[in-house]
């Protein structure tokens, strides 16, 4: 009698192993959102064009999304002339929707979501965290005097005020 209760018990806690390995597979380990995201995703949403400038590889690398709905993926990067064009550097313009989706996409990959790229997430990181206080600065009901740039090379030195680490 005792045999067989031990054996039920060791086929209860399989069974509970061999599920939670499951749930960890299927819903992945993923970390925390970077703090503010929902509050940056709607702020994005309302905008009418973001312009991002990086290397082009930096781009197709990171602007492959999970979902065929992803339209950021359709923006096409532009040449740039120049010293800028020297070092490799495109532009990059998204509507408020891409830009939702794209924030989206960095994000997956940064919290390591069931559908990340882990190769990617360092890249993906720095893209985030270039393009976030960018939208951060962005007010509702007060526009822009240009259209919001984030530039994702550290050789460039960053013209007007320096933001605020708030």
Avoid: N
């Avoid at 740039?80 to 989706?101: M, N, S």
């Amino acid at each position: 009698m005792i045999t067989h209760s031990l054996r039920v018990h060791r086929r209860a806690a399989s069974a509970v192993l061999v599920t939670a390995a499951a749930l960890v597979l299927v819903t992945g380990c993923a970390d925390e959102p970077p703090s503010g995201h929902q509050e940056r995703l709607r702020k994005a949403a309302g905008v009418a064009s973001f312009k991002i400038t990086c290397t082009k590889d930096l781009w197709e690398r990171t602007k492959s999304g999970r979902d065929q709905m992803d339209s950021h993926e359709d923006a096409k990067p532009r040449s740039l002339h120049g010293p800028a064009k020297d070092r490799g550097l495109v532009e990059i313009t998204l509507t408020g929707a891409q830009l939702v989706d794209y924030l989206k996409t960095l994000e997956e990959d940064i919290s390591g979501g069931p559908l990340a790229d882990r190769s990617i997430e360092e890249l993906s990181r720095r893209m985030y965290e270039a393009i976030a206080p960018v939208v951060d600065r962005v007010q509702k009901g007060k526009p822009p005097t240009e259209v919001p740039q984030a530039v994702v090379d550290d050789a460039v030195v960053q013209t007007g005020p320096t933001p605020s680490p708030s």
